[in-house]
């Protein structure tokens, strides 16, 4: 059986493309769970009596939860289901606490393309910016992909 990637290929990549995902709200299940994969259990994250008594008012969700839900968002898209060869690097900034109950969205947006012919594809350059409901950009960075050249 052939599975066949519904991802864009290298070469239909161009600088100034934008993608907007899906949204998804936070929930506390989301942050329960990431606790116990990462092993993560800071106060912050897991203790709504304790985290009453920082400057959030309350818990928040792991930054890294919310960028790996960013990269999870943009695999559901489609546009790197499939073509995705290898994520190489990750530049990443926390600017907002992300709540329980907060809905994000991530607007993508090709900055660079460089041809790695030998690798199989090439290298893209995405600026990443994640949006609450209100709008407020609470993640930005930058993901660079190697993406599957289309077979000739």
Known sequence: MKTVPRGMYFEEFEPGLEIYTAARTITETDIVNFAGLSGDY????????????????????????????????????????????????????????????????????????????ALGGGLITFEARVLNQRDELVHKGEWRMLIKSREE
Do not use: C, Y
């Open 42 to 117: 800071n106060f912050i994250h897991i203790d709504a009596e304790g985290s009453k008594n920082t400057p959030f008012g309350q818990r928040v969700a792991h930054g890294m939860l919310v960028a790996s839900i960013a990269s999870g968002l943009a695999v559901q898209h489609g546009f790197i289901d499939g073509t995705t060869l290898a994520f190489r690097e990750l530049t990443w900034k926390f600017t907002k606490p992300v709540m329980i109950g907060d809905t994000i969205q991530v607007q993508i947006k090709v900055t660079e393309t460089k041809a790695m012919r």
